[in-house]
């Protein structure tokens, strides 16, 4: 949970090290038996194998899950290369397994019902004296439907763009498999059940909301979250992940206060956890924002600035609130190390434009609703603060932020319910052409939430598909594109399942 180089260097010389102990041959799993049945070795001996070698290729497997996510960190177009094919060997194997350990508990539960020997009872007496259990395969199942059920989910996420490539590799994408297989893992005898669980509550908590997966349905995944947290409390009562994602459910439900006492409450009990309490402040910094809280956001940013190594500079721009954007400006441009970042590139942009020219108080408010509405945190905002929120976009007066301002001003009225006043004001925001010299993102996410409304209207559904596909290929080269075209994908995704093509 760490970003620190020489960290991740020692976690790829550890993974490394498991996979060449845990190698084992390449044979599956059912062909083993088979050529022990025909060769007629005594059962007993190969036991521990049959199970270890499942095991064991499971294990490589997730090593070289980790090594690919350590590569993709450094967001070099070689290290993209090099991840994805190490992805798709980690695929192979888990499909491989997967598929040995469903065959094999088929012939295990055909050898508890049946009462007398059939064609198939060789393989049926050789699976009982090979020591398998229900538990031993249960158990691997579990494993193996940890790497296997992420697989699924993350690539059904995939936007178009990269599908292509994805398919070259050789991976498919299928979210409800995902979702059953990171359940069944989450409720084995495995050890990493837990992961599994808080693989689920990333899902239901983060990934859904954040990326608009299920539309302007931000609440959604919210009772299967409350369920997994239900089942799993008695467990892990001083948790402070469980704690972390509770903060996470009531910040969605709009509870914030509440959800600042949760997260204020896991950070407690991470005393001794650093990545753990660095996401706790992150979510105090963001729900503070929500209330218009300045103060408290830019003490807890300011403590992750200087404590955190991932993204100062993304820090340091948070930092700014309303009150602080003057001094930020250059500390925001000095912590720029990652070229290849999008939210750092962001932030510099953004930096620089407030370094050319001098911020009014109106204009530093209207930057930290930006920030809110690009990491979709505005449906969190209560009614009171949204309308204080467009208040403040109003009273913005400059020509230069005209797009942005109509924006932002049409995601609010979309949160309070005004339909139609967010249509006109998307509307206008896409037709601005001078925010081209100022921000390129606008027009696209206008584009797209333009088209999301007139979806949800059954006579504008045609036009509303239109707007999402212009979105999606007329614009380019635009502050968090990949962002944008995951929402386009979930889109355009739940679109085909209303009306299916």
Same mark, same amino acid.
């Given at each position: 949970m760490t970003f620190e180089?020489?960290?991740?260097?020692?976690?790829?010389?550890?993974?490394?090290?498991?996979?060449?102990?845990?190698?084992?041959?390449?044979?599956?799993v059912i062909e083993t038996i088979k050529n022990k049945i025909k060769k007629n070795v005594d059962g007993?001996?190969?036991?521990?194998?049959?199970i270890d070698r499942l095991q064991r290729q499971i294990i490589v497997a997730d090593c070289q899950v980790y090594l690919a996510v350590l590569s993709f960190v450094k967001q070099e177009l070689s290290a993209y290369i090099k991840g994805g094919w190490i992805l798709r060997k980690a695929w192979k194997i888990y499909n491989k397994c997967y598929t040995d350990i469903n065959t094999l508990q088929e012939l295990y539960q055909k050898k508890i019902t049946q009462e007398s020997l059939t064609s198939d009872a060789a393989n049926d007496n050789h699976i009982a004296a090979e020591g398998v259990t229900e538990d031993s395969l249960n158990r691997?199942?579990?494993?193996?439907?940890?790497?296997?059920?992420?697989?699924?989910?993350?690539i059904s996420m995939v936007p178009p763009n990269l599908l292509k490539i994805i398919n070259l590799l050789g991976f498919p994408g299928d979210r409800l498999q995902g979702l059953s297989s990171l359940m069944y893992a989450s409720e084995s005898k495995d050890m990493k059940a837990p992961l599994a /669980?808080?693989?689920?509550?990333?899902?239901? /908590?983060?990934?859904?909301?954040?990326?608009?997966?299920?539309?302007?349905?931000?609440?959604?995944?919210?009772q299967e979250a409350k369920d997994i947290l239900q089942k799993k409390e008695a467990a892990y009562p001083n948790s402070s992940l469980f704690m972390f994602f509770k903060g996470r459910i009531q910040r969605l439900e709009c509870q914030i206060n509440s959800a600042l006492t949760s997260f204020h /409450?896991?950070?407690?009990?991470?005393?001794?956890q650093r990545e753990i309490q660095h996401v706790c402040l992150y979510e105090i910094g963001w729900c503070s924002m929500i209330e218009m809280n300045f103060k408290d956001a830019f003490e807890s940013f300011e403590r992750l600035k200087n404590e955190s190594r991932w993204s100062q500079c993304y820090y340091a721009y948070l930092t700014a609130g309303k009150y602080h954007y003057v001094? /930020?400006?250059?500390?925001?441009?000095?912590?720029?190390?990652?070229?290849?970042?999008?939210?750092?590139?962001?932030?510099?942009?953004?930096?620089?434009?407030?370094?050319?020219?001098?911020?009014?108080?109106?204009?530093?408010?209207?930057?930290?609703?930006?920030?809110?509405?690009?990491?979709?945190?505005?449906?969190?905002?209560?009614f009171t603060n949204l309308q204080h929120m467009s208040q403040a976009c109003q009273e913005v007066d400059d020509s230069a932020?005209?797009?942005?301002?109509?924006?932002?001003?049409?995601?609010?009225?979309?949160?309070?319910?005004?339909?139609?006043?967010?249509?006109?004001?998307?509307?206008?925001?896409?037709?601005d052409e001078l925010c081209r010299q100022h921000n390129l993102y606008i027009q696209p996410y206008a584009c797209y939430e333009l088209g999301c409304l007139l979806l949800e209207n059954p006579q504008t559904v045609p036009r509303g598909k239109s707007l999402l596909l212009q979105a999606k290929e007329e614009f380019t080269g635009y502050d968090f594109e990949n962002r944008l075209h995951v929402r386009i994908h979930a889109a355009l995704a739940s679109l085909r399942e209303v009306v299916p093509q």
């Open positions: 180089e020489e960290k991740m260097q020692l976690a790829c010389d550890d993974l490394k090290a498991t996979e060449k102990l845990c190698e084992s041959e390449e044979a599956g007993r001996k190969a036991a521990p194998s049959m691997l199942k579990g494993a193996v439907s940890f790497g296997y059920g992420l697989f699924h989910l993350c /669980t808080l693989a689920l509550l990333w899902y239901h /908590t983060v990934v859904r909301p954040f990326f608009a997966l299920d539309g302007s349905d931000t609440k959604a995944g919210l /409450t896991a950070l407690e009990f991470a005393t001794d001094n /930020t400006i250059c500390e925001v441009q000095k912590l720029f190390k990652r070229k290849n970042n999008q939210i750092e590139q962001f932030s510099v942009k953004k930096a620089d434009r407030f370094r050319k020219q001098k911020p009014t108080q109106e204009l530093c408010v209207l930057a930290s609703i930006e920030v809110l509405y690009l990491w979709k945190a505005l449906p969190n905002c209560s932020v005209v797009g942005l301002k109509n924006l932002l001003l049409g995601a609010i009225h979309k949160c309070l319910g005004n339909s139609e006043d967010a249509v006109q004001f998307f509307q206008r925001a896409l037709k």
